[in-house]
């Protein structure tokens, strides 16, 4: 009985053996492949790794040759004794599809007619200002007016005839880099004060150096002229580069003023550090003061002015009609471009957390997600480089209904995300090739505008088919 009891121990360990020697692992996907071997070197999405010039060629042919044989004295190391034959095939067919996600947005030529169809809306391009260098932002005056600021430093007044007037008493601006004259919006109650309010490139100069940050100033507009000047916002510190101002502003409904402001290159410091105003959202009061229940105005070592941080570039801010939210967008370095909405003391990630990767192809970071930071409503692979944006609340365009549009200043292009909620489940690209769209505004007679820069246009979207 012994004897049997052993035997039987044996047998069945030597079949447990022999089942686990047997069993292959299963088989990983392109994708897991990219993951484990290639993610690291080249950030954990593909779809933004292959977003870039390709050295070597970007054929099927060229993708199998340097997966297999690499480039070491580059950096690049050889996979062939690492991955077989269908592994490296099946890899470079997932380059090959990532590759087309860059493609869609490679438009072949320019428009040659000013009417545009899109699903379910079709509009025609109205002229509204020509001869303009770069419109950055748009404020809709009474009377059918507008107000449009040019990067150059140059504000605008346009009647209803179209005809536009060069106002005085605007701000210095440092119009280098991308820095200059911004964005422009009205007080909430304007027909009762005149208040407007101009962001842009502030300079100053200290000992050799030309420094610049993100300021606000509020004027009253009288005629043809700005006065009662007063700079109700400075980000500190001022900087010596020339990007990422953010500069976007927009009123919540409750009339506070919500303020982007960019990190300004120094994405190691800034933009985690509520010690200083670079890489954040900041909320004031209409005449600058800070409000007192703003989410870091009781830390002593905190901006109170901060309301979110851990951001980038945001170049688009607007209130949510619906929700009363305040929601921007923002560029990330190559891919990782976000659409967030705003909450009070929360932190966005960056450079902690990222999906885009840098200019010179390295990862920022390997994370995507972390406890404790924001994620993004969706994000673009590849960066798309948004700017304005508008909710399309004007029975004008029944076609795009509750929808919110970006302009693209890379692909040069109106975005459209159809919206469920707080969700996007739909994009479609909407005037493509029309150049580099800077701004989207939805005026009070319901009639969307686009601006497009260098030469700079003004243009109204007319529905044709109500």
């Known amino acids: ?214 300021a606000v100033m509020r004027a009253k507009l009288n005629g043809n002229a700005l006065t009662d000047q007063k700079v109700i916002f400075e980000a500190l510190p001022y900087s010596k580069t020339r990007h990422h101002y953010g500069s976007r502003m927009a009123f919540d409904k409750k009339g506070y003023l919500f303020i982007s402001v960019g990190e300004r290159g120094n994405e190691k410091e800034n933009p985690q550090s509520k010690a200083n105003d670079l890489g954040k959202v900041h909320r004031l009061h209409d005449d600058g003061r800070i409000p007192e229940d703003n989410p870091f105005v009781k830390d002593k070592t905190a901006s109170g002015s901060i309301y979110s941080y851990g951001h980038r570039n945001p170049q688009g801010m607007i209130l949510n009609p619906v929700t009363g939210e305040i929601w921007t967008n923002e560029h990330g370095p190559r891919g990782g471009d976000e659409l967030n909405v705003i909450k009070k003391g929360a932190n966005y990630g960056w450079p902690v957390i990222c999906y885009g990767i840098n200019y010179d192809g390295k990862p920022i970071t390997n994370l995507t997600a972390k406890e404790g930071m924001e994620q993004p409503l969706t994000y673009w692979l590849p960066s798309i480089a948004p700017s304005g944006m508008a909710f399309v609340e004007s029975t004008k365009y029944p076609g795009w209904k509750g929808n919110l549009l970006i302009g693209s200043l890379r692909f040069q292009y109106l975005n459209r995300c159809v919206m469920e909620g707080n969700k996007v489940v739909k994009q479609e690209k909407l005037l493509p090739n029309i150049g580099r769209l800077r701004n989207v505004k939805l005026a009070p007679d319901g009639y969307l505008y686009v601006t497009v820069e260098e030469p700079g246009y003004v243009f109204r979207l007319m529905p044709m088919n109500q």
């Open 1 to 214: 009985m012994f004897k049997f009891i052993i035997g039987t121990a044996f047998a069945t360990v030597f079949l447990l053996s022999s089942f686990f020697i047997d069993k292959k692992p299963a088989a990983k996907t392109a994708r897991e492949n990219y993951q484990t071997y290639c993610s690291s070197c080249h950030g954990e999405k593909v779809e933004a790794f292959v977003d870039r010039k390709w050295k070597h060629g970007d054929a099927k042919s060229d993708l199998i040759k340097s997966i297999s044989g690499g480039y070491p004295d580059l950096g690049m190391p050889t996979w062939k004794a690492t991955l077989n034959e269908k592994e490296i095939d099946e890899l470079a067919d997932l380059i090959l599809v990532s590759l087309k996600n860059v493609d869609q947005y490679k438009f072949t030529s320019k428009p040659t007619s000013n009417i545009f169809a899109s699903e379910g809306q079709t509009v025609k391009l109205d002229t509204v200002v020509s001869g303009l260098g770069s419109p950055w932002g748009m404020a809709f005056l009474p009377n059918d007016e507008l107000l449009i600021t040019d990067r150059s430093g140059d504000i605008y007044r346009v009647d209803k005839n179209h005809q536009k007037t060069k106002l005085s008493g605007g701000p210095t601006v440092l119009a280098e880099g991308q820095g200059g004259l911004l964005d422009v919006v009205l007080h909430p109650d304007f027909a009762k004060n005149q208040f407007v309010y101009f962001s842009y490139s502030a300079v100053k100069n200290e000992g050799d150096q030309k420094l610049s940050t993100t």
